[in-house]
């Protein structure tokens, strides 16, 4: 299923800095009608407000709060592309007295704030047959024992990323995995990769992989390698329906 950015209302959740800007700026690029800027702190995006004015609209959102997500969609009926990009990744091993503590967190974020957006703007959604893009990882797929708590979390977001695959495109509704490798944000240089690629890459490739009606999406150098080993898998075990 093809969706193009021209002329299309979409939302972003972490909207105000690193990939989620950077999917902003590409969207407006792309001649989006409108996009709503989805935060926690509304005082965050006056930079993207002052740059792109009616283009942009700055909506308060906490993906891991169901009633400020319920609020948010009730505001934003608008909505036809949700980029569910929001997310944490502070860097824990599977081991340790805080481990449970911060894999609970990672979870509420990660997972369970897929399953708040998702089920909130679902009317929308199905009402302009849009798409639901979701923010992964090349961890969801692979766990890195230093970010043991945020690969797990990550891999239960793009199981469930799967389910939406099926449920929302029965109904019309195009569903996109992407998963990036070490991309140049704050998380990234926490977790210490010495090399990353730049948010345009993730941006400009969600952008195209709309087009095509691609499922997954591997945007970087080093995602790509991911794609190359994880392709087989994934078309005859992710993408089959094995329901018959």
Do not use: W
């Not at 740059?51 to 891991?64: A, E, F, H, M």
């Not at 998702?118 to 302009?128: C, E, I, R, T, Y």
Request: aromatic share 6%; charged share 20%.
């Amino acid at each position: 299923m093809s969706i193009s950015i021209k002329n299309r209302v979409a939302l972003v959740t972490g909207a105000n800095r690193g990939i989620g800007k950077a999917i902003v700026e590409t969207f407006i690029a792309e001649g989006a009608k409108k996009v709503y800027l989805a935060v926690r702190n509304v005082a965050s995006t006056k930079e993207l407000e002052e740059k792109y004015g009616d283009k942009v609209q700055t909506v308060q959102l906490d993906v891991s709060n169901t009633e400020s997500v319920n609020k948010a969609a009730e505001l934003a009926q608008d909505v036809e592309i949700l980029v569910n990009n929001a997310g944490i990744g502070t860097p824990h091993g599977t081991l340790g007295e805080t481990a449970e503590a911060d894999f609970m967190n990672q979870l509420n974020i990660n997972a369970f704030g897929l399953i708040r957006v998702a089920n909130a703007f679902a009317g929308s959604l199905v009402k302009s047959k849009g798409a639901i893009v979701q923010m992964n990882s090349v961890a969801s797929i692979k766990n890195f024992p230093p970010l043991s708590t945020y690969s797990a979390s990550k891999a239960a977001a793009y199981s469930l990323t799967q389910g939406l695959r099926v449920e929302c495109g029965a109904k019309g509704v195009h569903v996109l995995s992407v998963h990036p490798g070490p991309i140049e944000t704050e998380m990234a240089k926490t977790a210490g990769f010495p090399e990353m690629s730049p948010t345009s890459v993730v941006s400009e490739g969600i952008v195209k992989a709309l087009a095509n009606g691609e499922f997954h999406l591997f945007p970087d150098e080093m995602a790509k390698m991911f794609e190359g080993a994880y392709q087989s898998f994934s078309e005859n075990i992710v993408m089959a329906d094995m329901q018959g």
